[in-house]
């Protein structure tokens, strides 16, 4: 493992003084997926689950958003960035519910198997499968996209290549100034941690009951698709929620209450 990176960008919405502070309600740490920065809990997640009455916050990993560690990003692997959410982790007054998407939702397992985590919930997760199946399965359907999501270059993101992966991570009716938002944090992602994801490596599971677990899923979602998502929820003993009327980067959708609404639900019943 590489050494810690201390230097993390971290978005944080507290909730205002005329909100009620209960103290059983717990912090929520939210892990991006890959290609991407903590800006995309920011835009909507943050501050409604803050207007509920929890300390939410968001990290970038290393090499990615502003956070540090980019001169070494591709060679930084799924654990390295486990070591930067316990950090985060550690700095907060009491632990996190950790919410995590697509690759973040991966990065949450790995702590999940070797970690004492409050709780946890698994957005759009990779499966047990990993990333191969997914890359088979594109090949299929689109071989443009995967060519596109191989050679992804955010410092070259034309208007050709968002169209070509639009489809595959919004809903056709994304709100098109969240999309242009987007488009400027997207950011390269390491090769190793797309290695780690392509072996999945499941052969650490934590305990059944050790934490309590959501798994939460979109049928419009392209890359990890409802059937993904039941793998993984079956994998952990537990059962998916698949919501409708949304893609992959569910938390961007117009309908982005829905997820975070199914969230809140989950949380409160801890």
């Given at each position: 493992m590489l050494p810690v990176e201390l230097h993390l960008e971290l978005r944080s919405r507290l909730p205002a003084r005329g909100v009620k502070r209960n103290g059983r309600r717990p912090p929520l740490l939210f892990?991006?997926?890959?290609?991407?920065?903590?800006?995309?809990?920011?835009?909507?997640?943050?501050?409604?689950?803050?207007?509920?009455?929890?300390?939410?916050?968001?990290?970038?990993?290393?090499?990615?958003?502003?956070?540090?560690?980019?001169?070494?990003?591709?060679?930084?692997?799924?654990?390295?960035?486990?070591?930067?959410?316990?950090?985060?982790?550690?700095?907060?007054?009491?632990?996190?519910?950790?919410?995590?998407?697509?690759?973040?939702?991966?990065?949450c397992e790995r702590l999940l198997a070797t970690r004492p985590v409050r709780a946890a919930a698994l957005m759009a997760p990779v499966p047990p499968s990993g990333l191969l199946g997914i890359a088979a399965r594109l090949a299929t359907e689109s071989p443009e996209t995967l060519m596109q999501m191989i050679?992804?270059?955010?410092?070259?993101?034309?208007?050709?290549?968002?169209?070509?992966?639009?489809?595959?991570?919004?809903?056709?009716?994304?709100?098109?100034?969240?999309?242009?938002?987007?488009?400027?944090?997207?950011?390269?992602?390491?090769p190793r941690a797309l290695l780690d994801l392509s072996l999945r490596l499941h052969w650490q599971l934590p305990e059944r009951g050790s934490a309590p677990l959501l798994v939460l899923g979109a049928d419009g979602d392209r890359i990890c698709?409802?059937?993904?998502?039941?793998?993984?929820?079956?994998?952990?003993?537990?059962?998916?929620?698949?919501?409708?009327g949304l893609a992959h980067m569910m938390m961007l959708e117009r309908n982005w209450e829905e997820p975070a609404r199914a969230l809140l639900r989950w949380i409160t019943t801890l």
């Amino acid at each position: 493992m590489l050494p810690v990176e201390l230097h993390l960008e971290l978005r944080s919405r507290l909730p205002a003084r005329g909100v009620k502070r209960n103290g059983r309600r717990p912090p929520l740490l939210f892990v991006h997926g890959g290609y991407s920065d903590g800006w995309f809990w920011d835009a909507y997640f943050l501050p409604w689950f803050a207007r509920q009455g929890h300390a939410a916050h968001a990290l970038s990993l290393r090499g990615h958003g502003e956070s540090g560690g980019r001169d070494s990003l591709f060679v930084v692997g799924l654990d390295d960035y486990a070591a930067d959410v316990e950090h985060v982790m550690s700095q907060l007054p009491v632990p996190p519910i950790l919410i995590g998407h697509s690759m973040g939702a991966a990065i949450c397992e790995r702590l999940l198997a070797t970690r004492p985590v409050r709780a946890a919930a698994l957005m759009a997760p990779v499966p047990p499968s990993g990333l191969l199946g997914i890359a088979a399965r594109l090949a299929t359907e689109s071989p443009e996209t995967l060519m596109q999501m191989i050679q992804f270059d955010p410092s070259r993101l034309s208007a050709h290549v968002l169209e070509a992966l639009r489809p595959y991570y919004f809903s056709d009716d994304v709100d098109l100034a969240t999309l242009e938002e987007a488009s400027h944090h997207f950011c390269a992602e390491s090769p190793r941690a797309l290695l780690d994801l392509s072996l999945r490596l499941h052969w650490q599971l934590p305990e059944r009951g050790s934490a309590p677990l959501l798994v939460l899923g979109a049928d419009g979602d392209r890359i990890c698709t409802p059937d993904d998502v039941r793998a993984t929820a079956h994998h952990h003993g537990v059962d998916a929620e698949i919501l409708p009327g949304l893609a992959h980067m569910m938390m961007l959708e117009r309908n982005w209450e829905e997820p975070a609404r199914a969230l809140l639900r989950w949380i409160t019943t801890l």
